[in-house]
């Protein structure tokens, strides 16, 4: 079986309009510099004394005011793929919760969302109500990494034991837009894939390091670049634009790999390209 995502099918803009595109996520990232900046004038101390917090909390300013817009329209068949989500549910890193609207809430059993940035919790449970999950959906203050999930999912008595044989938890694990910032990607990758029960989905949109020369465009990768070069990984949370996304999520599965894994680029051609599918373990 391939591991590679497919390629898309989507029509090319010219080349004109491809760069353009590539440079638009330039406005992201003023914006990020912005909210960062404002963040040092009122906590100032917070970014020697805890950077990873200083973080969260400059991300969740610029997400509470961004993410719904950024959530109007997906990558691909995000949307779709969202709906398919059953079961119990791991959804990392939700943030405000503005992909919510988009689950089927009679086909979820329990979701839990472990979300590190703290001062996004409010909206998130807003949002929770909104999409009336509310006796349903569970929010953890915890990351996606080891670390701090395995001790919150303890708690929430899904493991019984020290953590050390955690196996096959959840049903489905949505993963949108977030394994660009956690730490270690390829070992939290590894991670997920043991708390999925075997059979179990994962549900991937994630923007990735610009494939190109194998596929996308020279003019995506050197825009990535460019966007690299003005900060963004700096001012936007911690969210790293260039990782290999692809290697880790295959790795994840180590020698057993995954029974299906079927992931598409999504304009593979940009600065900002994705992969959006699902894997089955
Ligand atoms: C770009 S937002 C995406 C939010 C949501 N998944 C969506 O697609 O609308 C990235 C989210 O990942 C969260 N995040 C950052 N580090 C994380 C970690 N280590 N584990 C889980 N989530 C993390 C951020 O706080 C933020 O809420």
């Known amino acids: 079986m391939s591991h590679d995502p497919r390629i898309t099918d989507e029509p090319w803009p010219p080349f004109a309009q491809r760069l353009m595109d590539g440079f638009m996520p330039?406005?992201?990232?003023?914006?990020?510099?912005?909210?960062?900046?404002?963040?040092?004038?009122?906590?100032?101390?917070?970014?020697?004394?805890?950077?990873?917090?200083?973080?969260?909390?400059?991300?969740?300013?610029?997400?509470?005011?961004?993410?719904?817009?950024?959530s109007e329209e997906l990558p691909g068949a995000s949307t779709k793929l969202i709906k398919d989500a059953s079961g119990v549910v791991l959804d990392i890193g939700p943030g405000t919760g503005s992909l919510l609207r988009f689950l089927d809430k009679s086909k979820i059993t329990m979701a839990y969302g472990p979300e590190p940035a703290i001062d996004m919790h409010p909206k998130l449970q807003q949002y929770i109500n909104k999409a009336g999950l509310t006796d349903q959906y569970k929010i953890l203050s915890a990351g996606a990494e080891a670390k701090t999930l395995i001790p919150a999912l303890a708690k929430e008595g899904l493991i019984k034991t020290d953590g050390s044989t955690v196996d096959g938890i959840f049903d489905t694990i949505l993963s949108t837009r977030v394994l660009c910032g956690v730490p270690n990607q390829a070992e939290?990758?590894?991670?997920?894939?043991?708390?999925?029960?075997?059979?179990?989905?994962?549900?991937?949109?994630?923007?990735?390091?610009?494939?190109?020369?194998?596929?996308?465009?020279?003019?995506?990768?050197?825009?990535?670049?460019?966007?690299?070069?003005?900060?963004?990984?700096?001012?936007?949370?911690?969210?790293?634009?260039?990782?290999?996304?692809?290697?880790?999520?295959?790795?994840?599965?180590g020698e057993t790999g995954w029974r299906k894994f079927d992931l598409q680029y999504v304009s593979p051609f940009h600065s900002v390209p994705f992969i959006v599918g699902t894997l089955e373990k």
């Open 26 to 70: 330039a406005v992201l990232v003023f914006h990020g510099a912005r909210f960062f900046i404002l963040q040092l004038l009122q906590t100032p101390l917070l970014l020697t004394t805890d950077f990873q917090a200083f973080r969260h909390r400059a991300f969740a300013k610029l997400w509470d005011q961004y993410g719904d817009a950024m």
């Open 188 to 253: 939290t990758a590894e991670q997920l894939y043991r708390l999925l029960k075997p059979g179990g989905h994962m549900i991937v949109c994630e923007h990735i390091r610009s494939p190109w020369p194998n596929a996308g465009s020279f003019t995506g990768w050197a825009t990535q670049k460019f966007m690299l070069l003005c900060g963004w990984n700096l001012w936007l949370g911690g969210c790293e634009v260039n990782r290999d996304t692809v290697a880790s999520l295959r790795k994840a599965a």
